[in-house]
Each structure stands twice: as structure tokens, then as C-alpha cells.
């Protein structure tokens, strides 16, 4: 056995069967399935147990957050390479054929990621936007991620993510407790600590339900204790030399400015807005701190139509 699909299993009674047989369907077969039922309380268990494949193997557990399942579905891995699949989200048929292929092609690395994609419920799909790749070709070695990531969408998305089970534990696997920006974290130690090969061939789908995501956009709030911010720092501070870092910590302090304007909190989004600042100025930062100022009817106005587009 050569990979284990590791999948955090939370109320996904609708989406898990759609999920399971994408992986089922892969040209590459050389793979288990380890399940990590966090606690569900809907009917997900019992459609993952229609599915009689022998790869297949479901954990239980009581609900303690995506991260938890994540690293009891590592721990539990009988794989050297462990590819991540959220339990709505699904695979075309040569994901991990491609990623086996970059493992054999980049020995070296510890994480192989491919492009990948968004789809909502109605069918409709939108590239990703993914700038300032370091290669031309198919694959190759993603050696500014930080800069990468910075300017685009997010290039190591969790579902199009394969890593090795060595460097996972290497760095403690995701962090439990927090409850957004744990993958941003986890890719940031990653990626200091090792090459990342990539493929620019989007072969995994995030689908995206707009109605649940539009609700949780709008019950999001940051922690205030900002521990992602804090481990993200200390990257930083250890490894100050590696380009773009600093822009990856001003990102995400852009990110809780945002959320922090679009709730009124102008206080708490000045806050962010000066520590983002401090890393790296843009115009969109700059964009968000006259924001600040402005009514925030005018504001949910502006990231209503930014959403859309």
C-alpha cells in the first residue's frame, strides 16, 4: 500500500458517498481509506457502511474538531504518503495518479499539490486564480509558495494536498483547537521545512454549497486570541530569510481586518490593519483601512459585490 486517503467525517450524510466514490474511481489503486467520524449525528456513518470495499476502514470518535480527526486519520495511516479529502469535496480520476507521479518524480519533497477547482451545487465551475508560479511546465517544484500564496488563491488547499507521514508528524500534524486558518498554518510549517512539488493541472473539485458558505461567512468571527497570528510570528522571527514570509503574516492579518470590517468592529480591523501593514503594505490593504472609516452598509456593499465576481 503506498498512499492513505485520510477523510474527517462531520454531518456529511449527503456529500460522503458522492466523495467516497470519487476515490473509489481513481485510476490508481494502490490506496486505503481511513474514515474519522467525528462525532456525527446525522445518517453519515451509515452511508459509508453501504460501501463494502475491504480499503475502506471507519474510526470513531467523540467530536473534537476537523484537525483532531485529521492527525487520529494520520496516526491510524498504514501509508508513507497521506493525500487529505474533505468528506464534500471529490477527486477526478487521475488526482492521484498525478500525485503519486509528482512523489516519484520529486523525491525530494515532502508535499506534492495540484491545482484544483471550485464547483457549486448547480454544476458551475470556476478556475482558481494562481499567480507567479515559479515554472512554466506541467509540474515542478513550488519554491516561492510563500510568494504564491500571497497573490492568489490559496496554491496547498487541503483536499489537493498529499504529504508524506513523516514530515506531517514532523511538525504535530494540524493544530487542534482552532477554529479557522489551521491548513494555512500547517502549510506554513510545511513549507519551511521542506520542498513542495506541484502540478498545475486542477484535478480536485471544492464543491461549494453557496448557502451554507454565505451563513458561515456571516457567523465567522475571529478568535481573539489570535494563535494562528502568534505561530505564524514565530515562523516568521526563526525564519526571517525566506522570501515572501512576511507577506504571507501581513495576509493573514488582511484576512481578520476584513472580517473584523465587514462586523463592525472597527477597532479590532484598525488593530489588524496596522499589524498587516507592518509586514507588507498593498493597495489592498490600504484599500481596507479607508474601509475603516466609511460606513459599514457601504462597506458589506463593497465585499457583496467582491464575493460575486
Known amino acids: 500500500m503506498k498512499i492513505s486517503v485520510v477523510i474527517p467525517l462531520y454531518n456529511k450524510e449527503k456529500q460522503i458517498a458522492h466523495t467516497l466514490q470519487s476515490v473509489l474511481n481513481q485510476t490508481f489503486q494502490d490506496f486505503e481509506i481511513v474514515i474519522v467520524d467525528d462525532g456525527s449525528t446525522d445518517g453519515s456513518v451509515a452511508e459509508v457502511e453501504k460501501f463494502s470495499d475491504s480499503r475502506i476502514r471507519l474510526i470513531h470518535q467523540k467530536n473534537a474538531g476537523v484537525s483532531a480527526a485529521r492527525n487520529r486519520g494520520i496516526e491510524a495511516a498504514k501509508g508513507d504518503l497521506i493525500a487529505f479529502l474533505d468528506a464534500d469535496d471529490v477527486w477526478m480520476p487521475e488526482y492521484l495518479a498525478t500525485q503519486y507521479h509528482l512523489s516519484q518524480k ?32 506541467e509540474d515542478g517544484i513550488l519554491s ?56 498545475r493541472t486542477p484535478l480536485a473539485v471544492f464543491i461549494r454549497d453557496e448557502v451554507l458558505f454565505n451563513k458561515d461567512q456571516r457567523q465567522r468571527m475571529p478568535e481573539v486570541e489570535d494563535i494562528v497570528g502568534k505561530e505564524l510570528l514565530n515562523i516568521y522571527a526563526e525564519n526571517h530569510t525566506v522570501r515572501s514570509l512576511n507577506s504571507y503574516l501581513a495576509l493573514w492579518h488582511k ?8 462586523k463592525g468592529h472597527r477597532r479590532l480591523a484598525l488593530k489588524e490593519c496596522f499589524i498587516s501593514m507592518k509586514y507588507d503594505i498593498n493597495i489592498k490593504i490600504l484599500f481596507f483601512f479607508v474601509l475603516i472609516f466609511l460606513p459599514i452598509s457601504f462597506s458589506k456593499k463593497i465585499f457583496r459585490y467582491s464575493n460575486t465576481q
Request: hydrophobic share 40%.
Open 106 to 137: 520529486y523525491p525530494d519533497c515532502n508535499v506534492f499539490a495540484c491545482n484544483y477547482e471550485f464547483r457549486d451545487t448547480e454544476g458551475k465551475v470556476t478556475p482558481t486564480i494562481i499567480r507567479k508560479l515559479p515554472f512554466t511546465r
Open 144 to 199: 516561492n509558495y510563500f510568494k504564491v500564496a500571497s497573490c492568489s488563491h490559496p496554491p496547498l488547499w487541503t483536499s489537493a494536498v498529499m504529504v508524506k507521514k513523516q514530515a506531517i508528524q514532523g511538525i504535530g500534524g494540524f493544530p487542534v483547537g482552532i477554529k479557522s486558518g489551521e491548513d494555512l498554518l500547517t502549510w506554513a510549517k510545511l513549507a519551511v521545512k521542506g520542498k513542495i512539488a506541484y502540478s
Open 255 to 262: 484576512m481578520r481586518t476584513r472580517i473584523f470590517i465587514e
